[in-house]
């Protein structure tokens, strides 16, 4: 992708988190939608474009050019045997979500039982099995994009399904900043695609937030869930009243 593609959809997902519209940007910019449209379409941002969106973001081009800078060439799924190596280290797995939600090293010290030799032994196969990449004084740089998707049917999906997800629902959902709701219809295949689309653009959107989150230290930050998911389903207590096929 090349970089003004890379700009043009960071630029993209950042308004869509700020609910912002191609009309907001054309009042904004003093100029028809029509036009605004046409600059999207055929990414011709200036410079001068583009600062003037970030201002209506209340963000610097700097900002907007390093979340860029952040998405390319990370890795969207990792292979079979990263997984693999993952899920038969548990600490390993564990340094490899703080990196993600980028912890840095003192605080992992702070908050798990693992002592600074350790943590650079850790920090240090991270880098071998391309994670991450260590930088001088224990920094590093994240390889893993923020909404990686885990291999269907492997090590990390089947670790989910059977320690998290089973845990994860356990609960009443009645803490503070909890949320969980359930619904259930018959949809079209156009409509069905529509939600699809929209369940997957809030889970890019949550990623930038945890991305655009990480600048702010670790207090400020509380550890949450997130679990989006649909499939064909109709409850067995209704499946028991549906006329057989040869009726």
Known sequence: MSQIALVSDTLKSVLKQHKLTYKDIAAHLEMSEANVKRIF????FTLQRLEQICNLLQMSLSDLFAISEKQQNQLTQLTLEQEQELIDNPKLLLVAVCARDAWDFDDIIKYYDLDQFELIRLFARLDKIKLIQLLPNNHYKLLIAQDFRWLKNGPLERFMEQEVLHRFMASKFDEPNSFRFYLRGRYSQSS???IQRKL???TKES???NQEDANLPLHARKHMGLLFAMRPWEPSLFEQFKRSSDE
Do not use: K
């Not at 379409?41 to 011709?44: D, E, W």
């Open 41 to 44: 379409a055929n990414q011709s």
């Open 192 to 194: 069905i695609e529509i």
């Open 200 to 202: 997957n653009q809030l």
């Open 207 to 209: 990623a930038i937030l």
